[in-house]
C-alpha cells in the first residue's frame, strides 16, 4: 500500500509540474489562434503523462530499455494527441472564419446568413443568435424607413395645411385693410375660424411629439367607460348632425377603467371624429365596450367603405390619412398616431380592421 501511494506522489508531482509549465504557456498565448491553444492542451496532456510516468520509473529505477518503451510509446501518444488538436483546431478556425464573416455582411447593413455545418455547440448557438439579432436589425431598420418617410410626408402636408389658410388669412386681411371687403365681419370670423384650426393642429404637433419624447404625463383615476363614451358622443353630436350622421352608442357596458379621463377623451374625440368625416351622408358610426379576456375592448365602427388592405398596417403612421387630398377635412394625420400613443402609455392596444361596409377601430385598455 505504501509504495502505490508512493507512486501516485510521484505521478502527481510529475503531471503537476507539466500542468502547471503549460498553464504559463497557455496564458502567454491565450490571444493566439484556437489551433495554438488547442495544441498546447494536447501537448500538456502527453507531457503530463509523460513527466509522471518519468518520475515513477526513475523511483523504480527501471533498466533502460524499459524507460525507452514507456518513452517511446508516449512520444506516439503525443504526436497522434497534436495530429488531432491542429486537425480540430483547424476545423474550428475555419468555421470561425465564416462565423465571422457572415457577421461582418450583416453588421454593414446586410442580412445574416448562417453558415452550414457549425463544429461546435456553442458555435451553433451563437449563429442561432447573430440570425435573430440580424432579424431584429432588419426589423429595425425597416421601421426607421417607414418612420422617416411618414415625418417626411408629414412635413410636406403640415407644411401645406398651415401655407392654404395663412394665404387666405393674409389676403382677407389686407382687403380689410384695403377697405374692399364689402363683408368684414365675414371676413374676420373666417379668419378666426382659421386661426382656431391652425391652432388644433399646432395642438396636435405638440401632443405627438410629448407622447413621441416619452414626457406624456397621466393622471389615471378610476371611471366608468359607460360615463366616458357618454360625454365623447355629446361632444361630437354637432358634428354628427352637421355631416348627417347618425351615432349608436346603446352598447356600452357600465365596466370600470383606470386611465387618464383627459387623455381618453381624446381618444374617443378622434376616433369618433375621424369616422365622422369619413362616413357619407345618412351613415352611421356605433360605439360599443365591453369586457374581454384580454381587458376592456372600446370600438367605434363607421359606413367609411372600408380601408384598403395594403393601408390598414400604415392607418396609425404619423402622416397617414388615407388620402392623397391635401386640403381640408383630410387633416394632417396626427389624429390616429395621437390615438395609439396615449393608448400604448396607458399599457394597451389600439387595433383596426375592415368590417361589412366600412372599417372598426378597437381600443383595449387593461381591467381596473
Not at 503531471?15 to 489562434?33: D, F, I, Q, T
Not at 402636408?157 to 386681411?173: E, F, K, Q, V
Not at 379576456?293 to 390598414?312: F, Y
Request: glycine share 10%; hydrophobic share 50%; aromatic share 4%.
Amino acid at each position: 500500500m505504501k509504495d502505490v501511494l508512493l507512486i501516485a506522489l510521484f505521478a502527481f508531482l510529475g503531471a503537476a509540474a507539466a500542468g502547471l509549465l503549460g498553464a504559463a504557456v497557455l496564458r502567454l498565448l491565450r490571444h493566439r489562434s484556437l489551433v495554438v491553444s488547442l495544441s498546447v492542451v494536447a501537448g500538456v496532456a502527453v507531457t503530463a503523462m509523460l513527466a509522471g510516468t518519468l518520475t515513477v520509473a526513475w523511483a523504480m529505477f527501471l533498466s533502460s530499455h524499459d524507460l525507452y518503451v514507456v518513452t517511446t510509446v508516449v512520444a506516439m501518444a503525443a504526436l497522434v494527441s497534436l495530429a488531432t488538436a491542429v486537425l480540430l483546431g483547424r476545423w474550428v478556425a475555419a468555421h470561425s472564419r465564416e462565423l465571422t464573416l457572415a457577421t461582418r455582411s450583416f453588421g454593414d447593413g446586410g442580412t445574416f446568413a448562417t453558415p452550414a455545418g457549425q463544429p461546435t455547440a456553442e458555435l451553433a448557438e451563437l449563429a442561432r443568435e447573430l440570425a435573430a439579432t440580424s432579424a431584429k436589425l432588419d426589423s429595425s431598420r425597416e421601421r426607421e424607413r417607414a418612420l422617416e418617410a411618414s415625418r417626411r410626408e408629414l412635413v410636406a402636408w403640415i407644411s401645406h395645411d398651415l401655407r392654404t389658410p395663412l394665404a387666405g388669412m393674409r389676403a382677407m386681411a389686407e382687403a380689410l385693410e384695403d377697405g374692399m371687403a364689402a363683408d368684414s365681419g365675414r371676413y374676420l370670423r373666417q379668419i378666426r375660424t382659421e386661426v382656431e384650426r391652425m391652432n388644433g393642429m399646432v395642438g396636435d404637433l405638440f401632443e405627438l411629439s410629448r407622447i413621441q419624447a416619452g414626457s406624456l404625463t397621466l393622471a389615471p383615476a378610476r371611471i366608468s367607460l359607460y360615463d366616458l363614451v357618454g360625454d365623447a358622443l355629446a361632444g361630437v353630436d354637432p358634428l354628427a348632425r352637421e355631416h348627417g350622421v347618425r351615432l349608436i352608442g346603446d352598447r356600452i357596458d357600465e365596466v370600470p377603467v383606470e386611465v387618464d379621463g383627459k387623455e381618453m377623451s381624446r381618444v374617443l374625440g378622434n376616433l369618433l371624429i375621424n369616422a365622422i368625416r369619413r362616413t357619407p351622408p345618412d351613415g352611421t358610426v356605433a360605439v360599443a365596450a365591453h369586457r374581454s379576456d384580454g381587458g376592456v375592448v372600446l370600438s367605434v365602427t363607421d359606413s367609411c367603405g372600408g380601408i384598403p388592405e395594403e393601408d390598414l398596417p400604415r392607418v396609425f403612421d404619423t402622416g397617414w390619412r388615407g388620402s392623397h387630398a391635401r386640403t381640408p377635412p383630410a387633416g394632417a394625420g396626427l389624429g390616429l398616431a395621437i390615438v395609439r400613443g396615449i393608448v400604448e402609455a396607458h399599457a394597451g392596444r389600439a387595433e383596426v380592421r375592415n368590417v361589412q361596409g366600412g372599417c372598426c377601430f378597437s381600443v383595449t385598455l387593461p381591467t381596473a
